[in-house]
């Protein structure tokens, strides 16, 4: 059986006297617009219009989140490489058959 390796990114966001919230994404990208979502929820803010939510502003915006409590509010984002392994599937047991081209029977 051989390995793939893939990217997972875990987002943990929590102050200590409430439940953190713990999330998991595929790509860097949603774990920062997963970040500045769930900061702008517990600030009682307004969602972010679509455009794009870049890692800086998402930081800036969780750093300042902090910086209200710093003792007790915390943030982190982190990357995982993770081995999965992939079965040999659709793999032949008996050799193709050789064909001859411009033979007749």
Do not use: F, K, Q
């Amino acid at each position: 059986m051989s390995y793939e390796m893939v990217s997972a990114y875990t987002l943990l966001v929590g102050e200590t006297d409430s439940e953190p919230t713990v999330s998991v994404h595929t790509t860097a990208d949603d774990a920062w617009r997963a970040l500045d979502r769930v900061v702008r929820e517990r600030c009682g803010m307004r969602p972010r219009p679509r455009r794009r939510v870049g890692a800086d502003a998402a930081a800036r915006l969780a750093n300042a989140w902090r910086s209200g409590d710093p003792e007790n509010r915390y943030w982190n984002v982190t990357a995982h490489r993770l081995p999965v392994p992939v079965p040999e599937i659709a793999r032949s047991s008996v050799p193709a058959a050789r064909v001859v081209h411009g033979s007749r029977a």
